[in-house]
């Protein structure tokens, strides 16, 4: 990312949607095409917006167990982190709040259809952060940086 | 449930004694979509198929949800002693399994007729 | 549309992004995926999507005068407009309020570069209509029959 | 002005004469890239060639901003007695082309090489 680059592409992009399992998808699209602006490569992006994806899925199963009226925002922004030019995305909701030790990774040669999601974040990203919020919910802040 | 909103968009039996169930699933299978495609995919093991195959050609893009289907379907086709394979995922969808490891677990071909034919 | 479809589609989603020209691009890709969520051939998406871009760009050349920096909204939701289902775009901007009598459709038969975004949102959406507003900058109503 | 990151992608000379500029823009062409894009129109006319083509086929999408750019190569064009057509537009792209009526303003041809042979 050059000079120029990150003056027009910089600024953050901010989303929000209700837990409406068809919206993720209209974020999913918004997220993939912020990443092209970076100079994400295809497959970079694909996995940045499959990351959101798997977040967004949690938050609507596990936070709000289901009920699809609830608030979900999502930022996008690119920033500096340890010096290198990276992709932050913040996923924040307002449900019940995320257990930390449920988020451990899960042993995958145990064949069985849950607990994917946690897991493919942590592939896909360089950093998945889990902070449960002292009133209600819980902030996520991913980071990948934007030339591996 | 073969509702035209659905993944699922055909279910054809073939194979020399018709015992091979091919599904073909298509668009995007995330959420919003996994529990049609689960119900789908499910809904032929009553017919008892020697083999499932899941022809995926045609999804552009899946996340676990839709992986989580797959492997519910295959669980319950392992007690059956069912045969489950999955056909022609694309680069993004075949990245999915890959990074969940269950691309060992699933029979992957390159093609629906390979997955039929194939021993 | 019907029930089910209403209660899983409708929410809003609400966009906020800066008046950066590429991220125009990223508006896009999301209010067409939208409209396809409510059932939009994918003509009519394009014709919403290329509505939406035009009226950024105005925001973006007109009200902020370049500058890249500043504020913008954007509000989609599925809404009944003369008991029939609809598409509603809002977009808000805090710039330069618009004057009404420029955005009169101009002579199409003189051939010259400008002033085609306001005759070209006029042909796509079902209604198009600027409120200039009390304090600072122009709200933008735009509305599309869902099926026509 | 050729950079990669401009939607213009190639500029070729062909014709018996080398007189008919071909110019191949590709991706999409918005605000964002349409000053860009009216620099690498502008470029070849100072050639002088009799006819300038302009190859659509892999532009995806354009809005008003990159249609005002194509308008304004053809004020300047002809104003040199320099002939522009337009050629392999998509659906898409066409019909903002039909929405301004600037379908009738510009010589629009369903390839390269028809645009560049036609009389
Ligand atoms: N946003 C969230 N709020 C609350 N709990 C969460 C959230 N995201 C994840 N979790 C917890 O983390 C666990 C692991 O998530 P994941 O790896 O996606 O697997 P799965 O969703 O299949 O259980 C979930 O079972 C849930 O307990
Ligand atoms: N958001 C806005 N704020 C202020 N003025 C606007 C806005 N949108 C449009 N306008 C005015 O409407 C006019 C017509 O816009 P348009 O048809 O898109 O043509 P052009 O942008 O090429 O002038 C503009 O020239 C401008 O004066």
Redesign the interface.
């Known amino acids: 990312m050059n000079e120029s680059t990150s ?3 910089c ?8 837990s ?11 997220v ?3 990443c092209a ?1 970076l100079g994400f490569s295809k ?1 970079s992006a ?1 996995e940045v917006a ?1 990351s959101v ?2 977040a967004l ?1 949690n938050v ?2 596990h936070a709000y167990h289901g009920k ?2 609830m608030p979900i925002e999502v930022v996008m922004e690119s920033t500096i982190v340890d010096q290198r030019d990276a992709l932050r995305i913040e996923i924040r909701d307002w449900g019940t709040a995320i257990e930390p030790d449920k988020i451990k990774s899960r042993d ?1 040669n145990e ?4 607990g ?2 946690v ?2 974040m942590k ?2 990203m360089d950093s998945v952060d889990y902070i449960p919020l002292p009133q209600r919910g819980t902030k996520l802040v991913m980071i990948k940086y934007c030339n591996p | 449930m073969l509702g035209k909103d659905g993944p699922v968009k055909k279910v054809q039996w073939v194979g020399a004694d018709n015992n091979v169930v091919v599904i073909t699933a298509a668009g995007e299978i995330d959420l919003h979509q996994s529990n049609a495609f689960q119900q789908s995919l499910m809904e032929p093991l009553e017919q008892n198929p020697s083999r499932v195959v899941v022809d995926l050609s045609e999804v552009s893009y899946m996340d676990s949800s839709g992986v989580a289907s797959l492997v519910k379907l295959l669980s319950r086709a392992m007690k059956q002693g069912i045969d489950v394979r999955l056909a022609g995922l694309n680069e993004r969808v075949r990245s999915i399994f890959e990074i969940t490891r269950l691309d060992t677990v699933f029979g992957i071909y390159p093609t629906v007729e390979e997955a039929v034919v194939s021993e």
Request: charged share 25%; net charge positive.
């Open positions: 003056k027009l592409t600024a953050p992009v901010r989303m929000s949607v209700f409406t399992p068809s919206h993720v998808a209209v974020v999913r699209v918004a993939e095409r912020y602006l497959r694909g499959l994806d798997e899925t609507i199963k699809e009226d995958l064949i069985r259809p849950g994917l999601g897991h493919i592939q896909c």
